[in-house]
DNA sequence: CAGAATCCTCTTTGATACTG
DNA sequence: CAGTATCAAAGAGGATTCTG
C-alpha cells in the first residue's frame, strides 16, 4: 500500500514498489488468454466446461492456469459447490468487470481497423 | 475483404476470414510488449534507441521483432533517414492512437486498482 | 467435472557477435 | 545507429494420467 507522508509527498521507497506492481499486473494482464478469458465471462457466471468451450483453442492447462491467476489478483471469483461431481463456478468481480470493458473497446478496435491492417499486411509483404 | 452479396448477407467463407483474422490480430497486439510500445511512443516521434530506454526491460531483439509487426499491421510507420549513422524514426498511425487510447485506459484501470489487486493477492497466498 | 501433476515438445527470449 | 543472425537457456504450452 503507497502511503502518504504527513509533507503530502509519498516515499520513494513505496513509489517504487507501486510502479513494478503496476508492470506486474500490466505484464499478468496483457496477455491474449488472460484478456478472452475475462471476454468470455462478461457478465455470466460459467463454469469452467462451459468457459473451455467459451474460449476458442485454449487447453485445459492454459485455462487452469490463467483462472488462477485471475482469482488471485481479484478479477474474479471461484465459486465451488460441494457436490458430487463438483460444480465450479467463475464470474467477474467489480475490478474484472472494469477492466473487460476496455477489452471490450480493444474488440471493437480490431472489428473497425480490420480493413486497414489486413491492406496493410500486404503492402509490408510485398 | 469481407463482401456483401447482393441478398445483403454474408458469405460464410468470408466471415470466416474475418473471424480468423480478427483473432490473428487480437494475438498479435494482446500482448505486454506491443501494448507498452504502443504506449510508449504516444504522439512522438522516437528514434529506436529512446524507444529502448522508454521501454523498461525490453531487449533489443524484443524491440525489433514488435516494431516490424506492428509495422506489419499499420499501427506504426518506419521512416529511414538514409545518413551515416542511419537515422530511423516511429510514429504510430491513425489506427495505432486509436489503439492506443485504449491502452491508456488499461493503465489507467491498472493504477485505479492497485490496492485492490495487492489486497487480494495477499488474501489468495494466504 | 474440475484440476493437479508429470513429461515432453516447441517457441520465445536474451546474449553475443557481425554488417551497412 | 539500427538491424540481422545465431546459439543456448528458459518458459509456454499440449497431451496424458490420476484424484476427489
Not at 39 to 65: P, Y
Not at 77 to 106: H, I
Not at 112 to 124: M, N
Request: with cysteine; hydrophobic share 40%.
Amino acid at each position: 500500500m503507497v502511503t502518504k507522508q504527513v509533507n503530502g509527498a509519498y516515499d520513494d521507497a513505496d513509489l517504487r514498489r507501486a510502479d513494478s506492481l503496476a508492470r506486474e499486473i500490466f505484464s499478468d494482464v496483457a496477455n491474449k488468454w488472460a484478456l478472452l478469458i475475462i471476454e468470455a465471462v462478461g457478465e455470466r457466471t460459467l463454469r469452467f466446461t462451459e468457459l473451455r468451450n467459451a474460449v476458442e483453442g485454449i487447453s485445459h492447462k492454459m485455462l487452469t492456469q490463467n483462472l488462477r491467476m485471475l482469482e488471485r489478483n481479484g478479477l474474479l471469483v471461484r465459486t465451488v459447490y460441494p457436490t458430487v461431481p463438483p460444480r465450479v463456478e467463475y464470474s467477474l468481480t467489480e475490478p474484472g468487470q472494469a477492466l473487460r470493458k476496455t477489452v471490450d473497446v480493444m474488440c471493437d478496435w480490431t472489428q473497425r481497423h480490420l480493413g486497414h491492417i489486413e491492406a496493410a499486411r500486404h503492402r509490408f509483404d510485398a
